[in-house]
């Protein structure tokens, strides 16, 4: 796979897709979310890969929006179109993809850069990360699943006040207010990064896979409706092989070997 604006690697079955697009603090023109796009589903048809990462070249995760770019500048733009095919399809995409996904947040997130991070499985964070609602500063409202995503890990309260003041969030507030799952060095971020997402990679697929698509759905369900939904996606995972595999290792007193 050749592209221009992102920069990818398999290793060890965990894939890692890095915005590449230092100079503009990796915004996303239409090409960077196409290709990063294009790049999920083929990572997410790649029997080999088990997890995926995204992170960002040099001193940002990602800038948002591009601003600069013609979509943008040309005066002429269906926001809601441009949403539609750009940026909803890829938080969409990475919400319901079947593999867990780790956000390496290297520096700063903002706007949809700040959703792009928000739609991943799991956020280690550097404490140079900050995280940004840029949006009132242009006018505009949050998109990209920021309407969604913040007020249910951080709450209403907070997610209005950086909503409408645009003020950074740090790293240790993202940590204490459910943003982020941890803060590593900085210098050791990819390293301690690819060991997490290693762990995930020979964990269990299918009761990863079905873990996530369970607890998504549950946030839009009442508890009878969540209860009845675990218990038939249990039924799905108790059939497989990996739960015949993971009681056996139980019983043998080992670990398990989900690796098939
Ligand atoms: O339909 C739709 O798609 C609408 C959807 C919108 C979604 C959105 O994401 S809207 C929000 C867009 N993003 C922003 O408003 C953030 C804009 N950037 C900033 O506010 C600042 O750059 C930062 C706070 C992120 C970082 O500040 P600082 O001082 O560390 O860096 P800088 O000097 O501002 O930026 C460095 C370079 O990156 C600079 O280029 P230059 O002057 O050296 O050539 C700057 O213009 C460029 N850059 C930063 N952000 C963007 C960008 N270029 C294009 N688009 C950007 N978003």
Sequence with gaps: MEFETIAIERKEKVATIRF???????????LMISESIQALNAFRDDAGTRCIVMTGEGRAFSAGQDLKSAMIT??????SEHLRQGYNELVLLMTQL?????????????????????????????????????????GLIPDSGLTWFLPRLMGYGRAFEKAVTAE???????LSWGLANTIIPHE??????????????EGSAIAIALTKQAMYRAMSKS????????ASLQDVAGKTGDFIEGVDAFLQKREPDFSH
């Design 20 to 30: 590449n697009r230092p100079s503009n603090l990796n915004a996303f023109n239409d």
């Design 74 to 79: 040309s005066g002429d733009v269906s926001f």
């Design 98 to 138: 079947e593999k867990p996904i780790i956000a390496a947040v290297n520096g700063i997130a903002a706007g949809a850069g700040f959703g792009v991070a928000l739609a991943a499985d799991i956020r280690l964070v550097s404490p140079k990360a900050t995280f940004m609602l840029a949006f009132s500063r242009l």
């Design 168 to 174: 950074q969030i740090s790293a240790d507030e993202a």
């Design 188 to 201: 050791q971020l990819m390293a301690v990064t690819h060991a997490w997402a290693l762990r995930l990679a």
């Design 223 to 230: 508890l009878e409706e969540a209860l009845e939904d675990e």
